[in-house]
Nanobody
Framework: VQLQASGGGLVQPGGSLRLSCVAS?????????IGWFRQAPGKDREKVSC??????????SYADSVKGRFTISRDNAKNTVYLQMNSLKPEDMAVYTC?????????????WGQGTQVTVSS
């Protein structure tokens, strides 16, 4: 059971990045959603976005701090969730981690993936 996150890097303010989270080794129904979380040095972990994996009901949520700038999407055939991040700000700089959760609102984590660093700097 593994979650592989990728796509982080260095970007200038106003730039864009797309993060990917590939889930492998899960049996069907082992989790109900994938969430993206981030943690900056000295700060608490923050839930950035969440998307349920139900084929009939893709519930999506965003932190207020990223609404209108970030877009989460999924490709169930590839077991992959994406986080498109636009108009990046220095305060978005953090280690971004994806997680599979038992619930559809990303409140109860079943499995954490490893993080990917996002650096926003000129």
């Amino acid at each position: 059971v593994q979650l592989q996150a990728s796509g982080g890097g260095l970007v200038q303010p106003g730039g864009s990045l797309r993060l990917s989270c590939v889930a492998s080794g899960f049996a069907s129904l082992d989790y109900n959603a994938i969430g993206w979380f981030r943690q900056a040095p000295g700060k608490d972990r923050e839930k950035v976005s969440c998307i349920s994996i139900s084929s009939s009901d893709a519930r999506i949520s965003y932190a207020d701090s990223v609404k209108g700038r970030f877009t989460i999407s999924r490709d169930n055939a590839k077991n992959t969730v994406y986080l498109q991040m636009n108009s990046l700000k220095p305060e978005d700089m953090a280690v971004y981690t994806c997680a599979a959760t038992y619930d559809s609102q990303c409140r109860v984590v079943r499995r954490w993936g490893q993080g990917t660093q996002v650096t926003v700097s000129s």
